[in-house]
Every structure is written in structure tokens, then in C-alpha cells.
């Protein structure tokens, strides 16, 4: 079983610190963690009474590394996580590359479009020396005992790389077509493609 403070780690190094920058549209954000998205986070509270430190008029890094070191937010935080999206993904059935990926995934692109895209991605891998190994899925974002004993089968016969790598094409994919549909976006592609292809430890 895969290890969630082992893939949330991960998840935290590209999520940064705290921010909140004007005009911002996710507004003040902590970890990943968005005011505007997620406005009744047990989290806000404790980083709002932080704020009367020093660390905080000195700028996001400061008042970032003094946050970092208040256990009790730490523990909100992985909470946060472990409920909306780790467990909504049945991550930790997976190998651990795999579930680092749909956790990355479900928070960036959401839990459904994350769970989907690993139920095409089980469809397109579904063969095995000219057989099919399963019915495919219909792909609507649930993910159930189908979706988890398809992606066992697929496993069997193809290696967590190429499920990676169909679940991070469509991801970037998913990225190219924001940017191309939305002028606005295109600053941010450059980002989002780097994030979609970094590799994960098989």
C-alpha cells in the first residue's frame, strides 16, 4: 500500500508556502490550500493568529518557514489532504509513483477529471498478448471497485511507467487546451507542462 505522508510530502515541495497576492484570484493561499476555494479550513484560524509574529511583516518566505513550524497547522493541512483527496482517489491501494500522481493530480485538476483520466488510461491499457483483460470502463469519474480491479489487471501486464505516462500526457493535454481556449492562461503553460512531465519514482 502506498504511504500518503510519503506522497503528500512530495505534493507540498510544488505547492509552496503561503501567499496572497493582490489580484490573486484564489486570494490567500497556504499550501496549495486556497481562501477563496476552501474558505472554512480549520487552517485560516490558526494562520490568522500567526500573523502578529515578526515573520510576517518581513515578507511570504519569512512568515512561510515560521508557519512551517506550527505542528498543529501541519496536521490541518494533512487532514485537508487525506480527506478531499487521498481518500476520494483510493490512493493507497496504489504503487506509490501511481498514487503520488493521482493525489497531484486530484488537486490540480480535481478529483473527477483526475479519476477519469485513470479510467481512460485503464481502457487504452487494457490488452494484454492480444486479449482484453476487462470490460472497459465507462468513464465517469467515480472510482469504485471497477476502476481499482481494472487498474490491477493492468498492472499485471504493463509496468506503473506507462500508466504514468498516459496519465501525464493527458494532463498536460488537459493544459494546452486551457491555454489555447483562454488567452489569460497562456502564462501559466510553461508551468503546468513542467509540473505534467516530471517523473515520478517508479
Known sequence: MASFDVALEKLLQKEGGWCNVPGDKGGETY???????????DGWSIIAKAKVHESYEEGP????????????????????YLKN???????????????????????NLGVLRAVMFLQKTCNALNFRQGQTLFKDLSVDGTMGAKTLAALDSV??????????????????NYYIAL???NPVQRKFLAGWLKRATEENDE
Open 31 to 41: 499550501c496549495g490550500i486556497s481562501s477563496r476555494s476552501w474558505p472554512a479550513w
Open 61 to 80: 518566505a519569512a512568515f512561510s518557514k515560521h508557519l512551517a513550524g506550527i505542528p498543529t497547522l501541519y496536521a490541518r493541512v494533512s487532514q485537508f
Open 85 to 107: 483527496f487521498w481518500s476520494k482517489a483510493c490512493a493507497d491501494t496504489m504503487p506509490q509513483a501511481l498514487a503520488d500522481e493521482m493525489l497531484e493530480q486530484a488537486v
Open 155 to 172: 498492472l499485471i501486464g504493463h509496468s506503473a511507467g506507462d500508466v504514468l505516462r498516459c496519465l501525464n500526457l493527458q494532463q498536460g
Open 179 to 181: 491555454a489555447a481556449a
